[in-house]
């Protein structure tokens, strides 16, 4: 793993979007709900690249609308879904969860790294 993916995926693990509009959020792969979509229902990675939607498509009436099937795969997805509440007039903010100012600096980015090379090695 080189250092961009172990950054990104540092990033995926310790972050989760502030919905807004939701354009910028993919429903499947982002994490806007505690964990991704992929990551809750255990979808395999080959089957990633076609999830493309963004939760914009699936808001409707300021409200996050799942299809019923997806719901009945997770008994909790419906809680965690309903505890998200988008603000349609606002962007999509991705928070870090690591630090009180919820951004990750670069400091955060190069902490994490050195100690991830000293595992490695």
Not at 5 to 30: A, P, R
Not at 31 to 41: A, D, E, I, P, T
Not at 79 to 107: F, M, R, Y
Request: with cysteine; proline share 2%.
């Amino acid at each position: 793993m080189d250092w961009y993916q172990g950054l990104h995926k540092y990033s995926d693990e310790n972050s989760v979007w502030k919905v807004g509009s939701g354009d910028k959020i993919n429903v499947w792969k982002d994490n806007w709900c505690g964990q991704s979509l992929v990551s809750l229902l255990q979808i395999p990675e080959y089957r990633h690249n076609n999830l493309k939607s963004t939760l914009s498509d699936i808001i409707q009436n300021k409200c996050i609308i799942l299809p019923s099937l997806l719901v009945s795969l997770h008994s909790n997805l419906s809680q965690l879904v309903a505890e998200v509440c988008p603000n349609v007039l606002q962007a999509d903010k991705l928070k870090w969860n690591l630090n009180d100012i919820g951004q990750l600096s670069t400091k955060d980015a190069f902490i994490h790294m050195k100690g991830h090379s000293q595992v490695s090695n």
